[in-house]
């Protein structure tokens, strides 16, 4: 196994389910020896070996609240340089701009984020499609040169997740999408470039599965 971070820090601006990703993240981390720790301070953030950055509500107040918190240029050097994991809202803005608020992102992978436009539309088993899609669905693992995202390693394909969300990411390149899920078609659940992965599923909800993820965060080394 690859050496492990010595410090990952869970990014604290104000608009995270922090609690319980850090837990998550903390039991991933078990006997690593790796310190996990939720701060608001950009200078832990740029001492950490690894950042995660969590997101929750809505797109135009998250970025206003990374803006106002004075970590904006933090997670953006993180983001430059070492292992960085975007969740859900944290995902939507690594992005360019999103259809919620019309919001700028981040611009760190090129493409937009999208309102599900599912209005009586149906669902195989005949229900109506429901908006935010709140649950458990399937994620398939997306191969690019033949091998899928090393973040996925031991987690079977098609493994569930839950979402929670309104809003979902369409980048620009598909060698920029790790994962997809299908709710009224195919979109990205997962997206990656260089040092930066980001799921629009929770992991810290994923139970067994979204564990692996964080565990395999900690070991990867891009």
């Keep these: 196994m690859n050496k492990v971070a010595k410090k990952v820090a869970v990014v604290d601006y104000g608009m995270g389910n922090l609690r319980s990703v850090a837990q998550a993240v903390i039991h991933a981390a078990t006997d690593t020896g790796v310190d996990v720790v939720i701060t608001a301070s950009p200078q832990q953030v740029l001492d950490a070996d690894r950042v995660v950055l969590p997101g929750q509500g809505a797109m135009p107040d998250c970025m206003r609240e990374l803006r106002e918190s004075g970590l904006l240029a933090s997670v953006l050097d993180a983001a430059a340089k070492k292992p960085l994991f975007g969740v859900c809202v944290g995902m939507q803005m690594l992005l360019e701009h999103s259809a919620e608020g019309d919001t700028p992102g981040l611009g760190l992978i090129a493409g ?8 009586g539309r149906m669902q195989p088993d005949g229900s109506r499609y429901k908006v935010p899609q709140m649950g458990w669905n399937q994620v398939f693992q997306s191969a690019h040169q033949g091998t899928v995202h090393p973040v996925w390693r031991d987690v079977p394909d098609a493994s569930w997740f839950y979402f929670v969300h309104s809003f979902y990411a ?3 390149e598909t060698r920029h999408t790790a ?20 799921t629009q599923f929770h992991p810290e909800k994923s139970a067994a599965q979204g564990l692996a993820l964080y565990r395999n965060f900690l070991h990867w080394n891009p």
């Design 112 to 119: 937009d984020v999208r309102k599900f436009d599912l209005a």
């Design 170 to 172: 369409h980048p620009s």
């Design 179 to 198: 994962g997809e899920a299908d709710y009224g078609g195919r979109f990205a659940a997962a997206i990656a470039r260089d040092n930066i992965f980001a």
